[in-house]
């Protein structure tokens, strides 16, 4: 847990001067779904590992059409490579993960209260911890071993993406949707050719309520 809160607390201090340096944010709280996978290729059939992701975030408009979203979130990522229907080597691996993310904004034609939204940006994110299952002839799980796999946890990559916003009285409700390509890789192996590099996808919901004057 030690991990956790040093993770959770670099993301604090990260975010606060963005914050202090503005009088007006929209800051609220967002969950969704994970759809992810290693970009390594196998001779197996490639599945979406599914989780969840929940966390909070903040949005401020600079200008007309611009504005930046910032987010901490707790995400579940990992593989699921499938034999066969009854064999199948899996990965779920939890991380703490902080998007930084520049955000085109445009009206949508004919929905009144509703806005469209595109960003692009960069993550950084801390692997906190993960669990490895595997069933064969038997079924077995155990906790992710970083210093056995020599496993880095640090993740780092650009997302790009969108979102679709209902305008309410002083806030707003969003769908969200992402899509996340990891540059580190994550379990370098001796002789070993291919990048162990997350790809997500991320839909959820988020509420933004505004701050300030």
């Known amino acids: 847990m030690n991990r956790l809160y040093r ?4 993301c604090l201090l990260f975010f606060f001067p963005f914050l202090v340096s503005a009088q007006i944010w929209y800051i609220g709280g967002k969950a969704g779904a994970s759809f992810s996978n290693y970009k390594a290729k196998t001779p197996w059939k490639e599945v979406s590992n599914v989780g969840y992701t929940v966390g909070i975030t903040a949005y401020k408009q600079v200008k007309k059409n611009y504005g ?5 979130q707790y995400i579940q990522k990992g ?5 066969c229907n ?3 080597d899996k990965l779920e691996a939890n991380y703490i993960e902080l998007p930084v993310m520049f955000d085109y904004t445009f009206i949508v034609p004919s929905l009144q209260n509703f806005k469209g939204h595109l960003n692009a940006g960069v ?3 801390y692997w906190l911890s993960g669990k490895y299952k595997m069933q064969g002839f038997d079924e077995s799980s155990e906790d992710f071993d970083f ?5 880095s946890r640090f ?3 650009p997302n790009a993406g969108g979102r679709i916003e209902y305008i309410l009285k002083n806030g707003s409700l969003s769908l969200d949707f992402r899509y996340e390509i990891g540059v580190l890789d994550l379990q370098k192996q001796i002789n070993d050719n291919t990048a162990n590099t997350n790809r997500a996808f991320i839909v959820g919901l988020s509420y933004l309520k505004l701050i300030g004057n």
Not at 68 to 72: F, K, V, Y
Not at 79 to 83: A, N
Not at 147 to 151: F, G, H, L, Y
Request: charged share 25%.
């Open 86 to 88: 009854d064999i199948y």
């Open 147 to 151: 210093k056995e796999s020599d496993a």
């Open 7 to 10: 993770a959770i607390l670099f």
């Open 155 to 157: 993740d780092f990559g």
């Open 123 to 125: 993550y950084a994110a």
């Open 68 to 72: 930046i979203n910032l987010e901490l």
């Open 79 to 83: 593989y699921y490579h499938k034999i």
